[in-house]
């Protein structure tokens, strides 16, 4: 199950290192990688708050941006879904999503499997969709950070605070940049 360090870190650093997004909306957005686990509280985990419907207004603030051409609030959105998107995305790979709540309870899921068998370096693909009735059950014990992620926060957080150093240079650069225009 991806955890805080995988779904607060996979979507942030491909947004740090795109150049073109305002590295200040990165960070301020950055709390919504996580509020889809907030239903986890209301005993709900994967569907009060991982559906379809908490990302239409989101959709609609969206298109609204496009279709004024105001640049920034299009950016905030698609940050914002960006993060939301691949929070659904990871749980939809590690359980299911009930992506129709409260209208179905019917939980959505993918997997996807390879296996290498070291003996003959034989290899074995499995994919495919899953599904059942009911909303995904979550087990009583949730571990905040497990073996796993600790190793991947050991290679995740130095490659985030090189993109973090890269974008404080970026921004001190364009600073002094229009400080030197007359």
Not at 41 to 51: K, Q
């Amino acid at each position: 199950m991806p955890s805080f360090v995988v779904h607060a870190l996979l979507p942030l650093l491909p947004l740090l290192a795109i150049r073109r997004l305002d590295a200040r909306k990165v960070w301020v957005l950055w709390p919504l990688t996580l509020a889809p686990d907030l239903d986890y509280f209301v005993h709900l985990h994967r569907a009060a708050l991982t559906n379809v419907f908490v990302l239409l207004p989101f959709l609609v603030v969206l298109a609204f941006g496009l279709r004024k051409k105001d640049h920034a609030l299009t950016e905030w959105m698609t940050i914002a879904l960006v993060y939301l998107g691949a929070h659904y995305v990871m749980d939809t790979f590690t359980g299911g999503i009930v992506p129709l709540y409260p209208v179905s309870s019917y939980t959505v899921c993918y997997y996807a499997d390879l296996m290498v068998h070291t003996s003959d370096n034989s290899l074995y693909w499995d994919y495919g969709a899953c599904g059942h009735p009911g909303i995904p059950t979550v087990a009583a014990d949730y571990p905040f950070l497990s073996d796993t992620d600790t190793a991947m926060a050991a290679l995740m957080i130095p490659f985030g605070l090189v993109m973090g150093a890269i974008g404080l240079r970026r921004l001190v650069k364009e600073r002094v940049a229009r400080t030197q225009q007359p």
